[in-house]
């Protein structure tokens, strides 16, 4: 079982890990509200010789889903760049929200948006690491909150190799019942390659985006700690960072 935390510290990620007792940690490699292209890390050698495993989280901005050339070809370019930074840290994947199009718009062209993605970078050798995509807790138009939606989003990307990051504070927020959720999951992406464990601040299926310690969510953290035992994949904290050294201990004493 590989548990750890995003880190906060962008300039010694391993000195976190290490610190917080991390086996795997997660961090951006951009500033996540920026489009900046990504420079190479000062501490690249260290990361990769580190027993510690590294995911990178990419920007926040990119919405790959768009029907606005404006938004998605940057977004394009953004996870494909992000994506080169993360594998020159060795990293073992990107996530990538789901995105969303607009109310008045067709989910359908999103899926197809999605698809894209994967087929243009396919002419160009495929990605170098697994794009890991992550489901996202509000909004009517998005494509990976329901999961009747990841349904069709897999349909459409599932061919490519695509990867799945569950994050339990976006399921329970975006209206999705933790309780047999990684079966349930399973059974439409094949896979999660990543969780995302995070209580939430807000009530089921709130459609809001806040993430909680375990001690003061409305997830119950058994609920949590059982997604962490079945899931078989790395778990990732993404909770406030005043609680996140108890949320980890909670997990090693229940998980086992
Ligand atoms: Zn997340």
């Not at 509200?33 to 990769?48: T, Y």
């Not at 020159?88 to 199009?101: M, N, R, T």
Request: proline share 4%; charged share 25%; net charge negative.
């Amino acid at each position: 079982m590989r548990i750890g935390a995003h880190v906060r510290m962008d300039s010694d990620p391993i000195g976190f890990g290490e610190k917080l007792g991390a086996d795997v940690i997660q961090m951006f490699v951009v500033d996540p509200q920026s489009w900046d292209k990504p420079a190479p890390h000062p501490r690249a050698e260290e990361i990769k010789a580190s027993d510690i495993d590294l995911v990178v989280h990419s920007s926040y901005q990119i919405n790959v889903a768009s029907l606005n050339n404006r938004l998605r070809m940057p977004s394009r370019n953004a996870v494909a760049q992000q994506a080169e930074a993360a594998a020159e840290l060795g990293a073992f994947g990107l996530v990538v929200h789901g995105g969303h199009v607009r109310s008045d718009e067709e989910m359908a062209e999103g899926f197809v948006n999605w698809r894209k993605l994967f087929e243009r970078q396919a002419d160009k050798g495929g990605f170098p690491v697994p794009i890991l995509i992550e489901n996202t807790a509000g909004g009517n138009h998005a494509m990976a909150r329901h999961f009747d939606n990841i349904g069709r989003l897999w349909d459409a990307v599932g061919d490519f190799g695509a990867g799945f990051c569950l994050d339990t504070c976006h399921a329970w927020a975006g209206g999705e019942e933790l309780v047999g959720i990684v079966e349930r999951i399973k059974q439409i992406t094949g896979r999660i390659d990543l969780v995302h464990l995070n209580s939430s601040r807000d009530a089921f299926d709130s459609g809001a985006d806040r993430h909680a310690n375990f001690a003061d969510g409305t997830i119950d953290p058994q609920l949590l700690a059982e997604v962490c035992r079945t899931a078989g994949a790395p778990v990732i904290l993404e909770t406030p960072a005043e609680g996140v050294a108890d949320d980890l201990a909670y997990l090693r004493e229940h998980v086992g």
